[in-house]
């Protein structure tokens, strides 16, 4: 693979995890919201899809974000029988949004940043010495 092919396929994964990493700072921002109002329902937790993409022109396989999904895991409940989105029995619905889980998934998609980052650097360097020895 060239260097070229290479900084390609680091650049789509940067994308990619920059989207994932947004969804997720998303989910973690409304991890506490409730439903406002009888059998409305409260924020519900996104889940990024990716996919592989083919770059005709350079023969690449690309990573890319295909598309933002929302997660069916059933919402909690909560009892507050004083809420004004409380049903008959007192319960009010609270978002699917677990913040560990979250935690989790963040610090894996930074981790996959830094290793696409490293990845593009270090074809720059090899691009840049390539360049250099040339002269």
């Known amino acids: 693979m060239d260097l070229q092919k290479a900084m390609m396929a680091s650049a789509a994964g940067l994308r990619a995890q920059s989207v994932r990493m947004r969804v997720i700072s998303e989910n973690i921002a409304n991890q506490n919201s409730l439903a406002t109002e009888p059998g409305a329902d409260p924020y519900r937790r996104k889940i990024v899809t990716f996919q592989s993409e083919l770059d005709r022109a350079s023969g690449v396989e690309l990573v890319e974000a ?15 029988p004083g809420n004004p989105a409380a049903d008959a029995s007192g319960y009010i619905k609270t978002s699917n949004v677990n913040g560990l889980i979250e935690l989790m998934d963040m610090k894996q998609a930074q981790r996959t940043y830094q290793s696409n980052l490293s990845a593009l650097e270090t074809s720059r360097r090899m691009a840049t010495m390539t360049l250099e020895l040339l002269r």
């Open 66 to 80: 295909s598309g933002v999904v929302f997660d069916e895991k059933e919402f909690g409940k909560k009892y507050d």
